[in-house]
Structure formats: C-alpha cells, structure tokens
C-alpha cells in the first residue's frame, strides 16, 4: 500500500509530465507554423510521450488502489523561437523533470517503498535518453550552425522521428 505522501507526489509528477506534454505540444505548433514541419512531428512524438510518461504513473495509482487527482495544467511559457532555443529551451526542462524523479525516487527509497522504486529506476533511465536526445539535438544545431541547408536537413531528419511508445493507454 502506498503511503498518502508518495500517492500525493506520484499525482503532483502526473500533473507535471501533463505540463511537458503541453509544453512540446506549445512547441509543435509554433515550429510547425514556422515552415519547419519535421521539428514539429519531431515536438508532437515528444507530446505523446510525455502523456505516455503521466498515463504510466496513472496506471500504476491505480494498480496499488491509490486515487488520481487530476489538477489543472499551467499554460506553457515560452519566448523562444528558434530551434536551437527551444531544444535549449526543453533541455532545461527536461533536467527540471529529471530532478522531480529522482525524487520520487528517494521517497521511495526511503519509505522502502520497493515497487515505487522500480518504477522510479525505469524513469530515472528514460530521463537519461530524454536529455540526451536534446543535448545531441543541441550539439547537431552546433555543427551546422544557422545555416539555412543545415537547419533544412534537420528539420527533415526530426521529421522522420516515429513514436516508440503505446498511444492507447486502455493498454498500460
């Protein structure tokens, strides 16, 4: 059985894997509405797996017999309008929710709380590949600079992104 206060943390990370959802959402729209259509895909893949990373924690409240309490999700906030700020941009937010894990993590841990824990060990790995992925984003936008063919070629190497994770979550 879950503690209240790891119940009460797992529904505050569904609220904030919501808000990253929302937010690459945000920012598959504003790239897409730019010209650059691959970036966009690119951000929309990004989106489903946010809401797949919110759906795995909702699912597992719901295995342990723990209510969900859904709140409301923040407006994304965000100035930036090139790719090479927005990746800088979802780098930074990805540290934020790597961080937000880690702590549930360490609740886990320390209310020998074993099967929260291994759920929080397979985030703790997938926010490894979700900081990664941008910071090899942000090292590519680095080599070819603002050159417009360089920017076109990512554009076109983003877009050939497909989603890797469950989109039905009847399934999880």
Not at 61 to 90: S, W, Y
């Amino acid at each position: 059985m879950l503690s209240k206060k790891m119940v009460d943390r797992i529904n505050e990370q569904i609220n904030r894997e919501m808000y990253s959802a929302y937010l690459y959402l945000a920012m598959a729209a504003r790239m897409q509405e730019a010209g650059y259509k691959g970036v966009g895909k690119w951000m929309m893949v990004q989106y489903h797996e946010e809401m797949f990373h919110a759906m795995k924690f909702y699912a597992y409240l719901q295995d342990q017999g723990a209510a969900v309490e859904l709140k409301a999700i923040a407006k994304p906030e965000f100035k930036e309008t090139t790719i090479k700020e927005l990746f800088q941009h979802a780098l930074e937010h990805e540290k934020g929710v790597s961080g937000s894990i880690r702590e549930i993590a360490a609740l886990a841990r320390e209310e020998k709380d074993y099967a929260t824990e291994g759920l929080a060990q397979w985030y703790v790995a997938e926010q490894v590949e979700e900081e990664r992925n941008a910071t090899e984003i942000l090292q590519t936008i680095d080599l070819v600079g603002n050159s417009a063919q360089g920017l076109y070629l990512l554009n076109v190497e983003l877009g050939k992104r497909d989603l890797g994770v469950a989109s039905d979550f009847t399934k999880l």
